[in-house]
């Protein structure tokens, strides 16, 4: 079973700081998603990782396969980044079809202030 | 391009009942995932589908079932429905099988009275 841990699981911080959220893992994983939450309930997936590091506007995702981690980061946070931010790994079954399983972190609740 | 559409949206039923969720991906996606979100739980895989065939499941009990039809759209069904399987169901949709990004659907939120 893959265990996903992430931290904090509640972060407030002051408008244009910058944010980092960790997650870990347990076992080896085909894939790492990060996903955003917004108050009444709509996700958003942000980025999909397998290797290395993606960038889209002031978030950037790392992930370390050796070190079973990965970081999301916020530069210069504002208001709106206000959410849940959940990281998910999908595991087991390699490239084949079945066995694989996808398991969430129980997310970190991130409020930005103006 | 439409995003994916969930129906009901809301859905108050009994226990003991079954239900039946929808779920209508982006055009031309071929994959479609299920998840429970409940507060205690956080979320949950429910399955996967991939061309009209469950690919993975996660761990829930028989009377979670699902399939998939030859238009890509899904639905999941709750049999002998308990209190427990209030939550919100979500559904999100890829256009290919395996590590892509997905696309998630608003949620129907099940009450089970």
């Known amino acids: 079973k893959n265990e996903v841990e992430q931290s904090p699981q509640n972060l407030t911080a002051q408008e244009g700081e910058f944010i980092t959220i960790n997650c870990s893992y347990s076992?080896?994983?085909?894939?790492l998603h990060w996903l955003q939450q917004h108050p009444g309930g709509g996700i958003v997936s942000l980025f999909m990782?397998?290797?290395g590091k993606k960038k889209h506007g002031r978030l950037i995702a790392t992930i370390n396969i050796q070190e079973k981690h990965s970081s999301l980061h916020i530069t210069a946070s504002h208001p709106r980044d206000s959410a849940v931010y959940i990281c998910?790994?999908?595991?087991?079954?390699?490239?084949?079809?079945?066995?694989?399983?996808?398991?969430f972190g129980t997310g970190t609740r991130l409020t930005i202030i103006p | 391009k439409a995003g994916v559409t969930q129906t009901p949206r809301y859905l108050i039923k009994t226990r003991g009942q079954q239900v039946t969720l929808s779920c209508s991906p982006i055009s031309g996606h071929r994959s479609v995932s299920w998840y429970q979100q409940t507060p205690g739980q956080g979320l949950q895989f429910l399955f996967e589908?991939?061309?009209?065939?469950?690919?993975n499941k996660g761990n829930f009990p028989g009377r979670f079932s699902g399939r998939q039809f030859s238009n890509s759209r899904s639905e999941m069904n709750v049999s002998t429905l308990e209190l427990g399987d209030s939550a919100l169901y979500l559904c999100?949709?890829?256009?290919?099988?395996?590590?892509?990004?997905?696309?998630f659907g608003p949620g129907t939120r099940l009450t089970v009275l």
């Open positions: 999100a949709s890829s256009p290919l099988y395996g590590t892509d990004t997905q696309y």
């Open positions: 589908y991939f061309s009209e065939t469950q690919r």
């Open positions: 998910a790994v999908r595991y087991g079954g390699g490239s084949n079809f079945g066995n694989e399983k996808l398991t």
């Open positions: 076992v080896g994983i085909s894939a």
């Open positions: 990782l397998s290797s």
